[in-house]
């Protein structure tokens, strides 16, 4: 995502206008699928170290691709009011919150992580979609703000302001009693807990994924690596496994989270400023859109806050941009959020086909992740005819299945439905993607989240 040291930087606005539309620009990008920075593909072998956060313990790296945007200044709180859709009283000093952002007519922008670490200090953590789109707004308000970013690993090196890892599985609890000889406090859910790992001050946010429960620990980049041999040290009492590149890529399949849905900026004239002061910098302007789900209009690409599980996480008693087009989607949702379990058959005999019947056979499917676009759109069919979008896809080893998260019509959103997947990409305008066939694949509708969450459930 550089930039060329030759040319000077072009606006996303730019971009589109000589592309022509926003759906030519997204689907004639060679850009790839996100790649993480820094870690190794695997540590031991990433069936083994997805299956630790399930069934044993897992230590994940975070301290690399995911963009920070620190917010500073005495109305933090009120400035992320305007553009949230969350409530925010009450929001208390180490406490987190899933930040989610929409668009002036409701589609959804982006969202992330807020840690609220003092009374005027917030950070974002995620994906860069929400902190540019914070980010942008903080540089033109009038309120008490300043914005400083962090960016990822993807862009630059050097060093942080934080490093972060998680433990995860059913015995991270006990590993982080050991590894803190018996001194961790209690944290509930989505709090954030400070205490001492040897000897380095650190603090944690409690959450979990594939339904287990879990600690995201972060501290002063000078400390990581003595927590980290800390963690490692106690954690082989458990057999813990370190996560590389290849097992991370999988873990939003299985949480149930929808990591990276299109930012919903491409359209519109609201949007014309955002994207006058977005550049070829951003991932929004050099992401490339994928999949076999066509349509010439960038709106059919878009998703809601709704439709991806956070309508609980709209709050209509404060004013915020999107409010009122989304209370008309939570009045009348069109799509739900699902778990589609691809058939093992199906694909068996597409990627036998993609590796032994040359330009005739179906699109190579890498494992454990087959995305192979910025952004992920196949096209979901019930009985031949349009049902849903299939977005983002890998191979389970824990539900020993590819399965995806997909927005299907609420009529054949029920567990058990039978639905077909297209998968490929017809008429590609992208030299990265491979001759072949659009194959169907058999789909059954599941849960999202796949597994069920006890940490919110009280069974740990």
Do not use: C
């Amino acid at each position: 995502m550089a930039l060329s040291h030759n040319a000077p930087p072009k606006s996303l606005q730019e971009v589109l206008d000589e592309a022509g539309s926003p759906v030519k620009l997204l689907r004639g990008s060679n850009l790839g699928p996100y790649t993480f920075p820094v870690i190794p593909p695997e540590f031991t072998n990433w069936r083994d170290e997805v299956r630790a956060w399930k069934d044993g313990v897992a230590l994940l790296e975070l301290s690399y691709h995911m963009t920070e945007l620190h917010l500073r200044g005495r109305d933090v709180v009120k400035f992320l009011s305007q553009l949230a859709t969350n409530k925010f009283e009450p929001f208390p000093v180490k406490r987190g919150k899933q930040l989610v952002l929409a668009g002036h007519d409701g589609y959804f922008i982006a969202d992330a992580i807020l840690f609220r670490e003092s009374e005027d200090f917030l950070r974002i953590v995620g994906a860069p979609f929400a902190s540019d789109w914070v980010q942008f707004n903080a540089e033109k308000t009038d309120l008490d703000v300043t914005a400083t970013r962090d960016d990822n690993f993807s862009i630059r090196s050097g060093t942080r302001d934080v490093f972060r890892v998680q433990v995860q599985g059913p015995h991270a609890l006990t590993l982080m009693r050991d590894v803190t000889a018996g001194t961790l406090p209690e944290i509930k859910f989505f709090d954030i807990g400070e205490f001492k790992i040897a000897g380095q001050t650190v603090r944690a946010l409690r959450h979990g994924m594939a339904g287990e429960p879990g600690y995201e620990i972060y501290g002063p980049w000078d400390a990581q690596q003595i927590v980290r041999e800390a963690l490692e040290k106690a954690g082989e009492k458990y057999g813990m496994r370190k996560v590389g590149a290849l097992a991370y890529s999988t873990t939003a399949q299985e949480s149930g989270w929808m990591p990276m849905p299109l930012p919903a900026i491409y359209h519109g004239e609201a949007m014309r400023p955002y994207r006058k002061w977005l550049t070829n910098y951003f991932l929004e302007t050099i992401g490339s859109l994928g999949g076999s789900f066509e349509s010439d209009d960038i709106v059919d690409y878009y998703v809601d806050p709704v439709e991806v599980g956070y309508g609980s996480l709209i709050d209509f008693e404060h004013d915020f941009i999107g409010r009122d087009a989304l209370r008309q989607k939570v009045a009348t949702p069109r799509r739900k959020k699902v778990t589609l379990v691809w058939d093992n058959n199906d694909v068996i005999d597409l990627m036998r086909s993609s590796l032994f019947e040359a330009s005739a056979g179906g699109k190579y499917m890498q494992l454990p992740n087959p995305m192979y676009a910025t952004f992920q759109s196949d096209a979901v069919l019930r009985n031949g005819k349009s049902a849903g979008i299939s977005q983002w896809l890998a191979y389970s080893a824990n539900a020993e299945a590819i399965i995806s998260l997909a927005l299907v019509d609420t009529e054949y959103a029920t567990p058990g439905t039978e639905v077909t997947v297209l998968w490929g990409e017809p008429n590609t305008l992208r030299r990265t993607v491979d001759k072949h066939r659009v194959r169907e694949i058999k789909a059954k509708v599941a849960p999202a989240p796949y597994f069920e969450k006890v940490i919110k459930t009280g069974r740990q």
